[in-house]
């Protein structure tokens, strides 16, 4: 009898570990491969910046996995699905510059629908910069399904990895988090209302006061603004990479890769006050889902304590927590200043 | 009420042209969007081989629609899923250097399978010399999904488009075509037959003396060596393209994309002998087979008529028509000298 090992007791990134394993590079243009944000390559774009690097990313977005047509407009998903992978190469601290799009399109889908969809990825690629090269289209089964590759540059000082955090650097994060996953719940909430109200022929309940968190979830957009600020200020990130699976998940993946520990302050997380009330509402802890929830892209970065006077003038940075000697551990202090080993419980898709 | 358009009434190229068209290029490193084997970016690879541009292609396949794990192993399907790719980037007369993996996975595939399909990835990867360099794992609702985008490298001077060709330049193919569908048609029918017969409790039938027509289907090749050889040569084709959809349909996309006519011969086509004798006992046309069956690989180009003297030699280079101008048509010229149309049943996934 064949051995069978589920998926889900690997992980996305034990799994990945597993599978890349011991594969070596054999092309000299390979700087870096499997294991950040991008990978990045030894191709150089000609520009006013300088020479520069390539940055390669990879996004698969399935239907009823990352998203739910019921309540996503078409041409949110299109916007989005761009700018998830635009925020991959923004977090190597890199522009992004071209994409190709693969699209799985079941027959339940029109051309108009398909517009739809296309008027989000040109929106988003008018608004970022970024070209339409080239992709793939053809029928699926079942659903919907979008894998976009993005290519971006940086000049070889500037990218910034996920392994290069020091002892005593500070750990910052962007805009606010949990909020596009109170978004997401919000959304769910009303989903399953509203099946329960269209049997009865009663009114839809509207999202007054909360277009923010739907915004949040359905049409995130991805921190340049953040990466020119900080250029701008002389702030070179140690390390960096985006929000997309929960802040704990990706501290802990800087931790690793850095070979550092942290600690996290549980009254410094930014917290929007909008998603606070709904989590009260729903009965939900929103400090787990500032830490847990995915998908707000927004970026974490650490950068050297000699930058902390650059830092304070800056709109929309926060001050979250600093590096420690890896023995301390990857600690959250509590507003009680009890300390807690932080949990990725992430957005671990396979146990979902 | 909505107008709805049926995908279908449009097929996979019009559908893109819809898509993408007036869509304005905003980088100066893009050179050629979409509608090619692979767009070119003005990357420059530092190479042995001087001064390189950087291209990029993408592929999805779908379980259900690309390939059926009744009789495709993981191992093969992995392979195949690179190689296609590869073929792309020979087809612009470049070389393939980096591939990034999309994977979406159901639960029913364990670690183990992940493992089987991977071998096959490396496989590919260590024969043709491509690194793997990121990806995407996540969970799927339904069966496997794949999305591979490849970059490669080509000198300026190198690269070979759609949009070349020139009257009376020379039309060739490589290898044998058809054959892959064949492939196709004999694992189809098997696994019918094992149907009934695992029913019955009696043997599987065999594939002896079929094994190339199932290696055609299951592992196909780039054809790299012809790549090597017309250079080795000294022949630069004028357009050039992969037969992934069958050779009629992308003739004509040369002819379109060239603004000119073809003469194709029909007894000039090459076709395998295993090939055509399972066509015979299936009671199908070979060269319909040839002309619309898909997946072969193989290389279509076209060049200079000068360059008849060199082409000759080439072990596996079959000369099967020539270029005309535009208001000839398109024209299959028959066994006894009839003209007829070429039609573009391709492989049109959206018909299916």
Same mark, same amino acid.
């Given at each position: ?22 594969? !070596?590079?054999?092309?000299?243009? &390979? ?25 390669v990313t990879t996004d698969l977005l399935l239907e009823g996995v990352h998203f739910n047509l019921e309540y996503v407009p078409l041409k949110h998903l299109g916007y989005k699905a761009c700018v998830v992978n635009f925020s991959d190469i923004y977090a190597m601290n890199g522009t992004p510059t071209q994409i190709t799009v693969g699209l799985g399109i079941s027959s339940r889908f029109s051309v108009e629908d ?12 008018? !608004? ?45 994060? &962007? ?14 909430? +009303? ?19 909360? +277009? ?8 995130? +957009? ?72 995915? +998908? ?27 590096? &420690? !000697? ?27």
């Open positions: 009898m064949n051995n069978r090992t589920e998926i889900k007791t690997l992980g996305e990134f034990g799994l990945i570990k597993r599978l890349t394993e011991g594969m !070596k590079m054999k092309q000299a243009s &390979t700087v870096v491969g499997v294991g950040d944000d991008a990978a990045v390559l030894n191709y150089h774009a000609v520009s006013d910046k300088g020479d520069q690097r390539t940055l398909l517009d739809e969809l296309y008027s989000g990825i040109r929106l988003a690629c008018e !608004k970022y910069g970024v070209d339409l090269v080239g992709g793939d289209t053809c029928a699926s089964m079942n659903g919907l399904t979008i894998a976009i590759t993005c290519l971006g540059t940086a000049s070889e000082q500037d990218i910034v990895r996920r392994n290069g955090a020091k002892v005593n650097d500070l750990i910052c994060v &962007t805009g606010n988090l949990g909020t596009a996953y109170m978004g997401l719940q919000l959304l769910e909430r +009303e989903r399953i209302a509203m099946q329960g109200k269209m049997q009865n022929g009663s009114e839809i309940k509207a999202f007054e006061g909360r +277009e923010y968190l739907l915004e949040r979830q359905l049409k995130p +957009e991805a921190r340049r603004d953040i990466i020119e600020a900080l250029r701008k200020a002389g702030i070179h990130p140690t390390a960096m990479m985006d929000i997309s699976d929960g802040l704990s998940s990706e501290l802990m993946h800087i931790c690793t890769q850095s070979n550092v520990g942290c600690a996290l302050y549980e009254d410094k997380l930014p917290i929007d006050y909008e998603a606070a009330a709904l989590a009260e509402e729903m009965n939900l802890n929103i400090v787990t889902c500032a830490l847990n929830g995915g +998908e707000d892209y927004e970026l974490l970065f650490t950068c050297d304590l000699e930058d902390y006077e650059k830092l304070v003038p800056l709109d929309d940075v926060y001050l979250v927590g600093h590096i &420690t !000697k890896a023995e301390y551990g990857t600690i959250l202090i509590g507003r009680n200043g009890e300390e807690l080993p932080l949990r990725a419980q992430g957005w671990n898709a396979f146990n979902s």
